[in-house]
């Protein structure tokens, strides 16, 4: 057969050749926008933990992302001190990201935009706890203070365990305390997901005020004339039952929650922007973009009535309470990331749990409505027992599903977050226990569980008295 010549016209050529660069471009954007996922990521944690944590950089580089992913372990991460900025970038600089610290913001990452202008903060004074682990005049007598603090021995022994903090409050003293190597009473602690019970908080005290009605919807402005989200109320996002879509998968490196934490600068109005694929109030599905949302309408609100979410927080529930540690880190529009972002000392966090032992009293004056610590913990419908408004909940559910913790009553509820960070209240003992680190391989809570329990038994129920 003899040779076929064919004429090609120059058009189709340069029609093909650009083919292939749109799609050589089209790939490196979307490898781009991965790598950013994994090198925001690094950023962040690697400026919270170094200018608002006050860790050595040194430490947190070596320790904080190990045994994460092989891809993060190719992000390299530049801290200037002088800025307070880091930066983190794959190889070839791919997805290079920023963040900043701010005094009272901690750090921010620079996502599309600038970061919005802040006011500065008057600073809260500390309240000092009533410490029974170095003053014997105010020894708990159901107490076993000798198996406590061997159990919290026993725990930072297990460097595998990967605690950071152990703390034990009884009747509003510290009965028991321990920390890791490089981490101190003073060091302001990661929250992850424990920010959410942050927020519901601080909307506590906007309830309390009668600037929130918990079964009114909430004025999202996207939401305005949209027949189904128009209905979604404040009650509905608190108890994770918006029905709004939500891909809460951080395995993705571009799922919904990677995307909003890691590359918008406004995290509630990405949330706001999911459609509803299910009506308000009958569909129960973890979502951090509920939260995100909830606290930038909040925002709205309050400053709608003068006031700034950030000094409201400040003035209604941490100078009262006396936790001066409690930072609330934003997003790049300056809304609180109210989902993951929160640093506080363990003893803060205890505080913020013994507030709700407390009823939401705090030296006589009332910081939250009454009944909403009941509230909280009060199981959302559809969530089979298993979550309240931003607090977890240690009840038997559905299909024979254990307590999250088997060795904790029923009345116990917690705050929790990635990696084991929780603050355990446990009403018919008076007590909170505090743990906070970082568990890789294994479930969190599972892990954390048997200690949990173990510290429990360490303290007797108080004795019922006669009136």
């Given at each position: 057969?003899?040779?076929?010549?064919?004429?090609?016209?120059?058009?189709?050529?340069?029609?093909?050749?650009?083919?292939?660069?749109?799609?050589?471009?089209?790939?490196?954007?979307?490898?781009n926008?991965?790598?950013?996922?994994?090198?925001?990521?690094?950023?962040?944690?690697?400026?919270?933990?170094?200018f608002?944590?006050?860790?050595?950089?040194?430490?947190?580089?070596?320790?904080?992302?190990?045994?994460i992913?092989?891809?993060?372990?190719?992000?390299?991460?530049?801290?200037?001190?002088?800025?307070?900025?880091?930066?983190?970038?794959?190889?070839?600089?791919?997805?290079?990201?920023?963040?900043?610290?701010?005094?009272?913001?901690?750090?921010?990452?620079?996502?599309?935009?600038?970061?919005?202008?802040?006011?500065?903060?008057?600073?809260v004074?500390?309240?000092?706890?009533?410490?029974?682990t170095?003053?014997?005049?105010?020894?708990?007598?159901?107490?076993?203070?000798?198996?406590?603090?061997?159990?919290?021995?026993?725990?930072?022994?297990?460097?595998?365990?990967?605690?950071?903090?152990?703390?034990?409050?009884?009747?509003?003293?510290?009965?028991?305390?321990?920390?890791?190597?490089?981490?101190?009473?003073?060091?302001?602690?990661?929250s992850?997901?424990?920010a959410?019970?942050?927020?519901a908080?601080?909307?506590?005290?906007?309830?309390?005020?009668?600037?929130v009605?918990?079964?009114?919807?909430?004025?999202?402005?996207?939401?305005?004339?949209?027949a189904?989200?128009?209905?979604?109320?404040?009650?509905?996002?608190?108890?994770?039952?918006s029905?709004?879509?939500?891909d809460?998968?951080?395995?993705?490196?571009?799922?919904?929650?990677?995307?909003?934490?890691?590359?918008?600068?406004?995290?509630g109005?990405?949330?706001?922007?999911?459609?509803?694929?299910?009506?308000?109030?009958?569909?129960?599905?973890?979502?951090?973009?509920?939260?995100?949302?909830?606290?930038?309408?909040?925002?709205?609100?309050?400053?709608?009535?003068?006031?700034?979410?950030?000094?409201?927080?400040?003035?209604?529930?941490?100078?009262?309470?006396?936790?001066?540690?409690?930072?609330?880190?934003?997003?790049?529009s300056?809304?609180?990331?109210?989902?993951?972002?929160?640093?506080?000392?363990a003893?803060?966090?205890?505080?913020?749990?013994?507030?709700?032992?407390r009823?939401?009293?705090?030296?006589?004056?009332?910081?939250?409505?009454?009944?909403?610590?009941?509230?909280?913990?009060?199981?959302?419908?559809?969530?089979?027992?298993?979550?309240?408004?931003y607090?977890?909940?240690?009840?038997?559910?559905g299909?024979?599903?254990?307590r999250?913790?088997?060795?904790?009553?029923?009345?116990?509820?917690?705050?929790?977050?990635?990696?084991?960070?929780?603050?355990?209240?446990?009403?018919?003992?008076?007590?909170?226990?505090?743990?906070?680190?970082?568990?890789?391989?294994?479930?969190?809570?599972?892990?954390?569980?048997?200690?949990?329990?173990?510290?429990?038994?360490?303290?007797?129920?108080?004795?019922?008295?006669?009136?």
């Amino acid at each position: 057969m003899a040779d076929m010549h064919l004429k090609i016209h120059p058009w189709v050529l340069l029609l093909g050749g650009s083919a292939i660069t749109l799609g050589l471009v089209f790939a490196g954007v979307q490898l781009n926008d991965i790598a950013h996922t994994g090198a925001a990521y690094k950023a962040k944690v690697a400026c919270s933990e170094i200018f608002l944590a006050g860790r050595a950089s040194k430490a947190v580089l070596a320790s904080d992302f190990e045994n994460i992913d092989p891809f993060l372990d190719r992000m390299t991460v530049t801290v200037d001190d002088a800025k307070r900025q880091t930066t983190a970038a794959g190889p070839l600089g791919l997805g290079r990201a920023k963040a900043t610290y701010r005094d009272g913001y901690g750090c921010t990452l620079e996502n599309q935009k600038p970061l919005t202008a802040l006011p500065a903060l008057a600073p809260v004074a500390a309240e000092p706890w009533i410490d029974a682990t170095t003053n014997s005049d105010h020894t708990i007598d159901r107490v076993d203070t000798e198996k406590l603090n061997t159990l919290i021995e026993t725990g930072f022994a297990d460097s595998t365990a990967g605690h950071r903090a152990l703390l034990v409050a009884v009747d509003g003293k510290i009965v028991a305390e321990g920390y890791a190597d490089g981490f101190f009473e003073t060091t302001r602690l990661a929250s992850w997901s424990m920010a959410k019970s942050v927020t519901a908080t601080v909307l506590g005290a906007a309830v309390l005020q009668g600037l929130v009605d918990l079964d009114e919807p909430a004025p999202v402005p996207e939401w305005r004339g949209d027949a189904v989200r128009s209905k979604i109320t404040w009650n509905d996002l608190l108890h994770m039952q918006s029905g709004l879509a939500f891909d809460e998968n951080y395995a993705g490196m571009q799922s919904d929650v990677n995307l909003m934490l890691f590359h918008e600068a406004d995290a509630g109005a990405y949330a706001a922007d999911k459609p509803a694929i299910y009506p308000p109030g009958e569909h129960w599905a973890y979502s951090s973009g509920t939260v995100n949302l909830l606290a930038r309408t909040l925002r709205k609100v309050l400053e709608d009535a003068g006031a700034d979410y950030y000094a409201f927080a400040r003035e209604e529930i941490y100078a009262p309470i006396g936790a001066a540690s409690i930072v609330m880190e934003p997003d790049a529009s300056g809304t609180p990331i109210g989902s993951s972002y929160v640093y506080a000392t363990a003893r803060d966090w205890a505080r913020l749990g013994e507030l709700y032992l407390r009823g939401g009293v705090w030296n006589g004056e009332r910081l939250l409505p009454e009944g909403w610590t009941d509230y909280v913990a009060v199981p959302a419908t559809a969530s089979d027992n298993q979550y309240g408004a931003y607090f977890w909940l240690n009840r038997e559910g559905g299909n024979s599903r254990a307590r999250f913790v088997p060795g904790l009553p029923e009345d116990a509820y917690f705050m929790s977050g990635h990696e084991g960070q929780f603050v355990f209240i446990i009403p018919s003992k008076n007590m909170v226990i505090v743990r906070t680190g970082i568990t890789r391989g294994t479930p969190a809570l599972a892990a954390s569980a048997p200690l949990i329990a173990a510290l429990y038994d360490g303290v007797d129920a108080p004795v019922a008295t006669s009136e």
